[in-house]
Nanobody, 123 residues
């Protein structure tokens, strides 16, 4: 049974940074492409970024390019999301997810999901 647990969310001022982590257990982490999604209040969940199985190849939604960086450590079964230059528009619940497909921006590609971690950015 594959489980994903996110951490690292919190409250930050605009212009600040946060690093989210997602630890995966119960499966072979290196078999999965990993993605981050987010859901802002009153909005649908949206794709943010994804990283290939072995890392090194990534894809980002335009709104976070140059500010967010996804990375993974297969030895630690962990994927990270470094978020810089945060703005109020980044306020959302952030979810990590695991997929056998890369690259994929659709939620339907992802087989396993974490419970989410809240990020609040104050102006």
């Amino acid at each position: 049974h594959v489980q994903l647990v996110e951490s690292g969310g919190g409250l930050v001022q605009a212009g600040g940074s946060l690093r989210l982590s997602c630890v995966v257990s119960g499966g072979t982490f290196s078999n999965y492409a990993m993605g981050w999604f987010r859901q802002a209040p009153g909005k649908e969940r949206e794709f943010v970024t994804t990283i290939r199985w072995s890392g090194g190849i990534t894809y980002y939604v335009d709104s976070v390019k140059g500010r967010f960086t996804i990375s993974r450590d297969n030895a630690k079964n962990t994927v990270y999301l470094q978020m810089n230059s945060l703005g109020p528009e980044d306020t959302a619940v952030y979810y990590c997810a695991a997929s056998m497909s890369y690259p994929c921006v659709r939620q339907r590609c992802y087989d396993y999901w974490g419970q989410g971690t809240q990020v609040n950015v104050s102006s």
